[in-house]
């Protein structure tokens, strides 16, 4: 939506400030309403659409929650779920208003601001509303595909979204690297969907799940009669991403011979199918991902060196999603959406107790996960919000955060709640939980791997 198109309401009790909004968008927008007491709120939306809401944080109203805006920001949200509000504050509210955007504000404007400031941060509110670069806009990105892939306003969201825009024009090779459930074929695909291949094939391949008679087959290809159960030839994945992208997700799980028949095939770039001498020229983008930590395999001398540069040419680190919870709200409204439309409900919100709820959460499965949580609390919601009792978390996780059971005395289930403990303390920085422990982090990855944290 143009801003020129927008219909906005200030909300604030200083008239000065409301003369001056006034003043400042009577020409840029194509209706501007200015109400000085937040209690009329619901009325003015009542009789009329409004696209963007700017709303002060303090008011001296009836309200005494000792901050008003948290007060009437939660109503609107509740009332108006798809509404924009763009919080206003003091210099000394900045705190106050970052608290904000956790409670479903688009943005906030410190006054005294600059007139430009304010019309870009209304424009932006807008394309985000409009659903047009909801990720792409905090970033500062030109990625189209990220609207509707990949999300998040976080700053290690936005560093990804800018390289990705630098990287996917190239052939560059990526390598992808980040916990189960954060999104990594996401990436892989939005790299792939803008770059200068996007018309051309991507092919998907879980490379880890093939088995050791299956890999070259699967990879390359055969003639009919190379083994008992050829009976056609078959095209393997390299040739079918000619001219495309090819993504290797779980590379990691490849052992050590799958390793060198890679290599070998990424060197001469050309494949040579089972059961024939005939060399085939392959031209692909490579992208490949693992949640294992694949420079300690390759010290261990479990994973070649000589294949990690060939793979790793650009490298992308996706955090887990503890690391980034100001994505954690985006995330559950944007689930929440889905799946309200896929059950043919009621558009279903989750209201300020489930967002908490979600926000103190530690997320072991990522955002993967959190779309889980959300959708079983979709299908079991009754009414229109979604309340903290509905969401359920993993009973494993749940029981062992909650309970304290005889299996705990056991020597390994304290190790394990040890190292959950001191790594949860550290952020899931493995370095710092290593030193702690006092482990090597390679000690400490085989314990990870150990006990699947």
């Not at 991403?241 to 090819?246: I, M, P």
């Not at 390793?259 to 060197?267: G, H, N, R």
């Not at 919100?349 to 955002?367: I, Q, R, T």
């Amino acid at each position: 939506m143009k801003l020129k198109e927008a219909n906005i309401l200030v909300v604030d009790d200083d008239p000065d400030v409301l003369t001056a909004v006034k003043l400042l968008l009577k020409t840029e927008v194509r209706e501007v309403i200015t109400e000085r007491n937040p209690e009329n709120l619901l009325h003015h939306l009542s009789q009329q659409k409004f696209d963007v809401v700017l709303l002060d944080m303090n008011f001296t109203s009836s309200i005494n929650t000792g901050n008003e805006g948290f007060f009437w920001l939660n109503k609107l949200k509740t009332t108006h779920p798809y509404l924009s509000i763009i919080m206003i504050t003091a210099y000394g509210g900045v705190d106050l208003a970052v608290r904000s955007l956790k409670d479903g504000a688009a943005d906030f404007i410190v006054k005294p601001w600059h007139n430009e400031k304010l019309i870009e941060t209304l424009k932006e509110a807008l394309e985000r509303k409009e659903g047009k670069g909801t990720a792409e806009k905090n970033s500062g990105s030109k990625i189209s595909v990220i609207d509707s892939e990949l999300l998040g306003t976080s700053q290690a969201m936005k560093d990804i979204f800018s390289k990705i825009e630098k990287i996917a024009p190239t052939d560059a090779n990526v390598l992808i690297l980040g916990e189960n459930g954060t999104g990594k074929d996401l990436v892989a695909k939005a790299i792939h969907l803008n770059s200068l291949r996007k018309t051309k094939a991507y092919i998907k391949v879980d490379i880890g799940a093939l088995t050791e008679t299956l890999f070259e087959s699967e990879l390359f290809g055969h003639k009919k009669g190379a083994f008992t159960d050829a009976k056609t030839d078959r095209t393997g994945f390299f040739e079918s991403a000619d001219n495309g992208t090819l993504f290797l997700d779980e590379i990691g799980n490849i052992n050590l011979s799958q390793q060198s028949k890679l290599l070998s095939v990424l060197q001469n770039r050309q494949v040579t199918r089972l059961g024939s001498t005939e060399n085939i020229p392959i031209n692909i983008r490579l992208i490949c991902a693992t949640n294992l930590p694949i420079q300690e395999l390759a010290n261990e001398n479990r994973f070649r060196k000589d294949l990690i540069y060939r793979i790793n040419t650009i490298e992308v680190i996706i955090p887990p999603l503890r690391e980034r919870q100001e994505d954690i709200v985006l995330l559950a409204r944007h689930f929440a959406r889905i799946y309200s439309d896929k059950y043919m409900k009621p558009l279903v919100e989750p209201d300020k107790s489930a967002l908490e709820k979600l926000h103190d959460y530690h997320f072991p499965g990522n955002v993967r996960e959190l779309q889980y949580i959300i959708e079983r609390a979709v299908i079991m919601c009754e009414g229109e919000q979604l309340k903290a009792a509905d969401l359920i978390f993993s009973p494993i996780e749940s029981n062992y955060a909650n309970t304290q059971t005889k299996e705990e005395l056991k020597l390994s289930t304290v190790e394990r709640n040890t190292i959950l403990r001191v790594i949860e303390k550290h952020n899931g920085n493995i370095t710092k939980a290593a030193k702690e422990l006092g482990i090597t982090r390679t000690a400490l990855y085989r314990r990870l791997n150990k006990y699947d944290i």
